[in-house]
């Protein structure tokens, strides 16, 4: 099975300076990227995140919100991405 964190991996491991994502005049490679989700990967999974676990994502869309999935992916758990600028009724 493929699995988008581990094509990020791939992806850093073979061409890491390749250009993973653009946010707004900001260029990040995979090299960056798949470090940036290790580190959250394993701060969620010192806290216990793990496989059958969903973790809502009170995020803006940014740089970050896709290292948080991808941390929370190789914590094989599943993400919610919950837009803060949602109406209240919605977040609730």
Known sequence: MRTVHLAVARHARETPGAI???HR???YDYRTLHAAAGAYAARLAARGVG???IVPLLMSRSP???AVQLGV???GAA???VDPHWP???LR
Do not use: K, N
Request: aromatic share 4%; with cysteine.
């Open 73 to 75: 992916l190789m914590c």
């Open 51 to 53: 496989p059958g676990h």
């Open 64 to 66: 970050e919100l896709v």
């Open 20 to 22: 993973a994502l653009i």
């Open 25 to 27: 005049d900001r260029h």
């Open 79 to 81: 993400y919610s991405s």
């Open 88 to 90: 209240r009724q919605r």
